[in-house]
């Protein structure tokens, strides 16, 4: 029997100790829908590169009691840290490259008001909960982090990744950029619908940001966003 994945916000503690988890939606799912029982297992993972498989000693509608059995080293993690910036999007497709991008391994996702961005901000909460879920579903040792929303500007003056490039349909073809690229850090910048402004463009040029193409076909920006993102870690 398949036992469920489950991220803790705490350390998890050694093994035959018991910790109390205080989640009243975790609560629920286990109750309403995976109808846990006290003696139910789960595997609990913290982010810390530990997983745990857990017993469950006591819960009630808001708050569970977990005694922690064997420990074991979550090694699952990305071949390289990613970093997504991507434009802000309609609610749905940036929601969707949050967890198509958690599944294939971005560390990173940075939230961008472009000139042309549709939205002006997304729910943080929701997206945090995307990624968390996502995390549990594809084996991840952690969740990735999403920073709060970034102006270009504020964008630009950021410590990059020890690679940068843009995605734009003049640039050279990605192939060519992933032929050079070691195993390194790398972030990429991903535009909205409407593409990048020339300012935007030219802010890349004089940041020596180079832009490259994923191709003669025009991308939906979540497209592009997940195409990259498997590129670059599968």
Known sequence: MRLHRFYSENVLPAEGEIFRVENFELCHQWRKVFRYNVGSQVVMFDGNGFEALCQ???FDHAAASLRVGQRRPNRNRPSREVHIFQSLIKKDNLEWVFQKGTELGVSYFHPLIS??????????????KIVREASEQSGRAAPPNISEVLTMEEAMALTFPAVMAVLHGS???FSKFLETLAHCAIGVFIGPEG????RELAWFEKSHIPSFSLGHQTLRAETAAVAVSTLLLL
Request: net charge negative; no cysteine; proline share 0%.
């Open 56 to 58: 469950i000693e006591d």
């Open 195 to 198: 593409g990048w402004s020339d």
């Open 171 to 173: 640039g050279d073809r």
């Open 115 to 128: 000139d042309r961005s549709q939205k002006k901000s997304f729910n943080m909460e929701r997206a945090s």
